[in-house]
């Protein structure tokens, strides 16, 4: 008869493995958004070491809610926040999310041109997969954001005879929208988006 103290450990062991593995060899299609969730990133572009021009920042709230009256439907909620000087009030800024950042902000997170690649690769550290055309995904390690942990992955191109940065994300495969996602230019950081917090009721 096996003794309490090995089925604990034969329990402890069994569950441990299911937690380091449950995302391990999936795969990741991003926007495939879920009912009742809700998400709020940082962004910041032009980012700069210099104190008097600091990097452009907003706060994004997105909101996913369930219609209980209204079977098939959902409620999408999305909301800003940045600063801003008094002579920039203008109508572009208070209407248009694009001119507050400057650009589509799914061009900041994946691009839609690049959202096929995640379904060539697997989420294992280690995993290196090279695209026609684009360059080679890397999954480097893992890294907790907001609170979640996700895979860094890492997109090179190829410049003369050296790899480049373009851009990485970190990734959990539950989730809609990558945890951060990284755009560098000519090696430098010029531009993030990060999750602050994530809630699905």
């Given at each position: 008869m096996f003794s309490k103290k090995l089925i604990f450990t034969v329990l402890f062991i069994f569950c441990l493995l299911i937690t380091t593995s449950?995302?391990?060899?999936?795969?990741?299609k991003p926007y495939q958004f879920q009912k009742d969730e809700r998400y709020e990133f940082k962004i910041v572009l032009d980012m700069t070491e210099s104190e008097e021009a600091p990097g452009k920042e907003v706060i994004y709230v997105l909101e996913i809610k369930s219609v209980p009256e209204k079977e098939g439907f959902v409620e999408l909620n999305f909301t800003t926040k940045s600063l801003i000087g008094e002579e920039e009030l203008t109508y572009e800024k208070v209407f248009n999310l694009g001119e507050i950042i400057g650009v589509p902000l799914a061009f900041l997170i994946v691009n839609p041109m690049y959202s096929y690649i995640f379904e060539q690769v697997e989420?294992?550290?280690?995993?290196k997969i090279k695209i026609l055309g684009l360059g080679?995904?890397?999954?480097?390690k893992k890294e907790t954001?907001?609170?979640?942990?996700?895979?860094?992955?890492q997109l090179f191109q190829v410049e003369g005879n050296k790899e480049e940065l373009l851009i990485e994300w970190t990734i959990d495969p539950t989730l809609a929208l990558p945890l951060r996602a990284k755009?560098?230019?000519?090696?430098?950081?010029?531009?993030?988006?990060?999750?602050?917090?994530?809630?699905k009721e």
């Open positions: 449950s995302y391990a060899g999936t795969q990741w989420f294992d550290v280690g995993e080679t995904i890397k999954v480097v954001v907001g609170g979640r942990e996700g895979f860094v992955c755009n560098f230019k000519d090696g430098e950081l010029e531009s993030f988006f990060e999750l602050i917090s994530y809630n």
